[in-house]
Structures are given as structure tokens and as C-alpha cells.
């Protein structure tokens, strides 16, 4: 079994087609707004593999040089995996919510708008990452990564499962109500308000797993006061797609 999850181009293929059945279907019965396939689905699928094959590897290579690994306590070692697993979450996702709020600022912000160009919010739109976006996202889960030194075969590529679902979890395009859950958790609701595009949405809601960071930061913006129909996605800026895909 770990033979086949091991091999990136098996594991990677069951992923996607488990995210197509899952968040494809939940978006079928429950979508929001009408999406139109043929002008966005061939771009999306062509981002999620550049993402695969050229992104991931690419920022891994630089993460090399640039990275640095927690100084963490020899004690935290002996905690049981799933405390373990629970700080290293907690932690990363504090360093990626201040990297996201990073490359809003103007000096980066060329770092991160490829993510922001689709016009239309759902499950696969989410996927474009800049190389130099990822480098800088990688930074705070490398931190992290010494409290899962001494874990199961599995974590590596469980955390990177998780990643995906999270990532396709926050872009979906459905009409739930979430009110509960936008108090602790990112959510569609939230992050699609992220991806405005009107001034007074710019700085709102940078979470990428918990959405407790914009609430003690003052970033955060409830779906509750937002109408949901009269939001507009995508970016203004007109680059070359090398630019996008690079983050110059
Ligand atoms: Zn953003
Ligand atoms: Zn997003």
C-alpha cells in the first residue's frame, strides 16, 4: 500500500479524482452561481498540473536555501503524535496567515496575484500559486516541520491531502450557510469575500485554516455582512502570464 501512495503520479492522480468527486459533486447539488466551464475549466486544470509539476518542485528546490527549521524543545518529541500534529498545525498557520497578509502589502503583492486572478470563485479556482508564493508559504510549515521528525509514512502525504482539501474547501462555490463554523474555521463564505474585488474587501480575512488569526488581528469580515450576490472576483493588473506564474 505505501508503495503506490508513495509514487507522486498515483497519489497525486487519486487525489485529484477523490477532490473532483467530492467538492465537484457538493458543488453540483449546491451551487451558488453559474460557472462557464469552457471558458475557465481548461485554465484550471492546466494551473493544477503547472502547480504539480513546476511549482511544488520548483519552491521545494529554493526552500533549500531559503528556510529555516524550529528550534523546538527535545521534550516536545516524546508529546503523542496528535498533540504533535495539533502544535505543528496551530503553528503553521499562524506563520501563513502573517505570509498571506505579507503579500497584500504593495512591495510583494506581484508575489501573490496570479491567485487572485480568476473572475469566477469554485473548488479548482484556488489553485494558482506563484513559485515565489509557495517558497514564502512553505517557510512556516518547514519551521513547524521538527515536531513531526518522528511520525508514521503517512503524515507526509496525509498533510499534503489536507493542504489540497483545504485549499478547494476554502474556493468552493456553494451557497451554505456557515455561520457557526466562520468563527473558528476559514470558510468559503469568508475566504470568497478575500478575493473581492472592492477596496473595502482588500484587507479581510487572510486565514488559510483558522480564521481565529484575522479575528485577534482585526482582518476579519463576516459573511454575515456581506451580500454574497453582489461580490465580483479577479484583479486589475495586466501581466504576462510568466510574470503571474513566476511572482515578478
Ligand atoms: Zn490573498
Ligand atoms: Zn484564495
Not at 527535545?74 to 496551530?90: D, I, Q, S
Amino acid at each position: 500500500m505505501s508503495r503506490y501512495l508513495t509514487n507522486p503520479l498515483i497519489f497525486n492522480g487519486l487525489l485529484f479524482v477523490a477532490l473532483v468527486l467530492v467538492f465537484g459533486l457538493a458543488e453540483r447539488r449546491w451551487r451558488a452561481r453559474p460557472i462557464p466551464w469552457r471558458s475557465v475549466l481548461v485554465a484550471d486544470i492546466a494551473a493544477t498540473l503547472f502547480y504539480v509539476v513546476i511549482v511544488a518542485q520548483a519552491a521545494q528546490f529554493l526552500n533549500r536555501w531559503i528556510a529555516v527549521r524550529g528550534p523546538w524543545p527535545a521534550l516536545l518529541g516524546e508529546w503523542p503524535l496528535w498533540a504533535r500534529l495539533v502544535l505543528y498545525l496551530v503553528v503553521a498557520d499562524f506563520g501563513a496567515y502573517w505570509i498571506h497578509r505579507l503579500v497584500h502589502l504593495r512591495p510583494f503583492w506581484r508575489v501573490h496575484r496570479w491567485h487572485h486572478l480568476p473572475t469566477r470563485m469554485y473548488w479548482l479556482a484556488g489553485t494558482r500559486s506563484s513559485i515565489l508564493q509557495q517558497t514564502l508559504f512553505n517557510l512556516p510549515y518547514i519551521f513547524a516541520s521538527p515536531l513531526l521528525d518522528v511520525s508514521p509514512w503517512w503524515i507526509a502525504s496525509g498533510l499534503f491531502a489536507l493542504m489540497a482539501v483545504t485549499n478547494s474547501w476554502m474556493h468552493m462555490n456553494v451557497r451554505w450557510q456557515l455561520g457557526w463554523l466562520d468563527w473558528f474555521l476559514v470558510t468559503p463564505r469568508s475566504h470568497e469575500i478575500h478575493h473581492s474585488d472592492r477596496p473595502e474587501h482588500y484587507q479581510s480575512n487572510f486565514g488559510v485554516l483558522l480564521s481565529v488569526w484575522d479575528r485577534l488581528f482585526g482582518t476579519f469580515c463576516s459573511p454575515r455582512q456581506v451580500d454574497a450576490s453582489a461580490l465580483r472576483f479577479g484583479i486589475s493588473d495586466k501581466v504576462p502570464l510568466a510574470r503571474l506564474t513566476i511572482g515578478l
